[in-house]
């Protein structure tokens, strides 16, 4: 039985790197960055504090440096050395081999697939949580990492060789697997509504979460990185509209315009916002008011005590105050992450006959087939075809 290896342990400039990552505190993995610094080389440091400087959008950089990380992580234990710039075809083959293998195979083969001394040691270091091999998508995702990373060091990898492109092919064959959503179940509207009984306090923590949820999902399911990094001055005040846009005697609104600068599938160019009505802006403007914040980040760290952070929440914790809610409300964490407010404002708008295109102004969504998925799961569901046998 093969001894398992560890990573790397803590030496002299691991410190001043983590001084240096401070810089990037507020786009690191959460609770990584300690972990990154022992791992990553002086010249990773810099390629990712120069992919900063340069503009690179905040998710892209923050998976950049997770997937780093990983890489490092794994190449230490698969080669005891560091991970070489460029990388060789031949360690990206075995990069391949170690995370998509036969299942069956493995069975009949333990050496077949990645080491078991391999896996002990990611797995001790909390880089690797699933079982059996990785998902395509994710292998394919740190390859694309990894090649970027190298451009950016002004360096040429074999990432194009036809030799990882077919070895690739043939493994996403021999390893299947089930593609999963980033949310098993959607946050529709029944589920909301849920969500927002377990936030009928006055408490600062409760007006944050019930502004938050309602936000999140009545802003078109905005994604939980773009609600960590909104902030008041995002927030334009508009004048207030009619419930019913076609009766003049209908109730007036409140409404305002948010302003979301970069997103994943725009540019600050693109002058990207949405609009809110109704009762989410009173949510919203409730919390600002009794949290005292007219300026900098929107949601923000609240203590045990009840004391307002200055700093924004992370991505992170916006997923963790979702399952929160969902375990006070009765419902299941494990079945539900922040994105399903952005499957279930879809699904919602599906299910109230609202056409596509008008749902897609408010969601943002740039694939027209992805977001159609959505409305197709509906239309089946309401549909007749399904009920030929009842």
């Known amino acids: 039985m093969s001894k398992s290896k560890t990573l790397p342990s803590p030496t002299g400039p691991v410190q001043r790197r983590a001084e240096e990552l401070d810089a990037l505190d507020a786009i ?129 990898g074999a990432f194009s060789a036809p030799s990882l492109k077919t070895a690739l092919r043939l493994a996403v064959r021999a390893a299947p697997r089930q593609r999963r959503r980033k949310s098993k179940k959607a946050v529709t509207g029944d589920v909301l509504a849920k969500l927002l009984a377990t936030c009928s306090s006055d408490r600062l923590v409760d007006l944050r979460d019930r502004a938050l949820l309602l936000l999140a999902f009545a802003s078109g399911g905005r994604r939980r990185s773009e609600m960590a990094g909104l902030g008041v001055e995002d927030l334009i005040d508009e004048e207030a509209v009619r419930a019913d846009p076609t009766n003049d005697n209908s109730p007036s609104l409140p409404c305002l315009t948010i302003r979301l600068g970069r997103t994943k599938t725009t540019t600050v160019d693109d002058d990207a916002h949405v609009v809110l009505i109704g009762r989410p802006v009173l949510a919203l403007k409730h919390w600002l008011a009794e949290a005292k914040i007219d300026t900098g980040p929107v949601f923000r760290r609240i203590d045990q005590w009840g004391n307002v952070d200055r700093r924004a929440l992370t991505p992170q914790s916006v997923n963790i105050i979702l399952k929160s809610r969902c375990a006070l409300a009765g419902l299941d964490p494990e079945e539900f992450s922040a994105h399903g407010l952005r499957s279930g404002y879809l699904t919602e708008a599906a299910n109230r006959g609202i056409p596509l295109p008008e749902a897609m102004q408010q969601s943002l969504h740039k694939s027209v087939a992805q977001a159609a998925s959505y409305y197709d799961n509906a239309e089946r569901k309401n549909g007749r075809a399904a009920r030929l046998i009842i």
């Open 28 to 156: 690191l993995p959460f609770g990584r960055r300690n972990q990154l610094a022992v791992l990553l080389t002086d010249d990773d440091v810099a390629t990712l504090k120069h992919l900063a400087k340069e503009g690179m959008g905040d998710n892209t950089l923050r998976a950049l440096a997770s997937d780093l990380g990983y890489l490092e992580a794994w190449c230490g234990l698969a080669t005891g050395a560091p991970l070489p710039w460029p990388a060789p075809e031949a360690l990206l083959l075995k990069f391949v081999a170690h995370h998509l293998w036969d299942p069956v195979k493995r069975a009949e083969d333990p050496n077949h697939g990645m080491p078991a001394d391999v896996e002990a040691g990611l797995r001790a270091a909390g880089f690797l949580r699933v079982d059996g091999p990785h998902a395509p998508d994710t292998v394919r995702r740190r390859l694309t990492s990894w090649s970027i990373l190298t451009r950016w060091r002004g360096l040429a």
